[in-house]
């Protein structure tokens, strides 16, 4: 069965740098959520879009941006990198009650 | 505001030996979820409770639910090495952002 695919598997960045996540969701599934995860920590969710228009907001950084496109695919953008932001940013989708979660992008910040 | 604790943060078991962790709101839940995520991986659903004193089973996973569904608890059965992860209890749907409990580190020895 098709999963949730997230692009690239591992980043490093230098501080200041910006970087781009991609999240392409479970055929016809029209939720896309973003969370980030610190070493030890718990999934914190950042932003989520539904059907192409942002659906909730978390405890996103103003650096930080994102959208949902035509396809359903979504991406996250991050400006201005911090050490702070080296994580681990799952993407999760959903068509019912359970989320989908994708392999996940490490970000390391330099 | 809403407080969700998760405890124990980190369990240490023999092989065989039994496991708990729970999930205790001061506040009414409308459901919780369950997730696990193995060292290295990402979140994998293993089941959503809804219903007051609702009793889930999963071969050697039980499941429960509060009365007043405001405590939750994931019991493992004669433990094995393949159950090694974090197991996060989680509140919200698919159909909204989930936030996840601080988790509970399993590690099993042979």
């Known amino acids: 069965a098709a999963g949730v695919i997230q692009s690239p598997r591992h980043l490093i960045k230098e501080k200041r740098e910006t970087a781009t996540l991609k999240c392409y969701p479970i055929p016809r599934h029209d939720t896309v959520y973003w969370y980030q995860q610190g070493p030890g920590q718990d999934p914190q969710f950042l932003i989520s879009?539904?059907?192409?228009?942002?659906?909730d907001k978390g405890s996103i950084p103003d650096r930080f941006s994102a959208q949902q496109f035509s396809d359903y695919h979504s991406e996250l953008n991050m400006s201005s990198l911090e050490l702070g932001d080296s994580a681990l940013y799952f993407c999760?989708?959903?068509?019912?009650?359970?989320?989908?979660f994708g392999p996940g992008t490490r970000l390391t910040v330099l | 505001g809403q407080q969700v604790m998760q405890i124990p943060q980190y369990q240490h078991v023999q092989e065989g030996e039994d496991f708990t962790t729970y999930c205790n709101s001061s506040t009414t839940l409308s459901n919780i979820q369950w997730y696990k995520q193995r060292p290295g991986g990402h979140p994998v659903f293993l089941i959503q409770?809804?219903?007051?004193?609702e009793v889930k089973k999963q071969k050697r996973l039980t499941f429960q639910f509060g009365e007043a569904k405001k405590n939750s608890s994931l019991h493992i059965t004669a433990t094995q090495t393949t159950d090694v992860g974090t197991y996060f209890c989680?509140?919200?749907?698919?159909?909204?952002?989930?936030?996840f409990g601080k988790g509970t580190m399993l590690l099993v020895s042979p």
């Open positions: 409770l809804v219903k007051s004193g």
């Open positions: 879009f539904y059907e192409k228009m942002q659906s």
């Open positions: 989680a509140w919200g749907s698919g159909y909204s952002t989930l936030t």
């Open positions: 999760g989708t959903s068509g019912s009650y359970e989320q989908f």
